[in-house]
């Protein structure tokens, strides 16, 4: 029969040459969350934004309506109330779309700067972690190429 070699050791040495450095995972992993906590921070803030202003809508709204279901003594005045109502809520829904607008617009605004920043910020990490490659490689190398001279 024959001998099957072990490969074993020699991909343990492999390996060994090319150490994994988990410093820059967890550095990665903690600067993904920060930003995700920001994100989620800017989301939140503009749907409470949002569901005050469609609160404050309804109720304006609402109000709004109760001079329309009140008893009136002329037919004409029944015409007029539905008219003022009509016109003050298209009224209210310029303002509230401009409100719900300016929230978006916001929104939008802090995002960019976040995902900007986040671009930066890992630009300059795969700048750093490149040149520590390239310095690990050429090191490994060297030493491989002057164990193998030694040889």
Known sequence: ???QQDFTAIFKD????FPVDTKNM???F??????A????AANLEAAQKSTELSAKWAQDTLAKFGEVTRAKSEPADYAKSMSDFA???AEAASE???AFAEIAKKLQTETLELMLSAGKDMSDDMTAAAKKAGTDAQAATRKATSAAGSK
């Open 1 to 3: 029969m024959a001998n």
């Open 14 to 17: 492999m390996m060994g040459s």
């Open 26 to 28: 967890e550095e990665t």
């Open 30 to 35: 903690r600067n993904q969350t920060a930003l």
């Open 37 to 40: 906590e920001k994100l989620s």
């Open 87 to 89: 016109s003050a809520s």
């Open 96 to 98: 509230h779309m401009a």
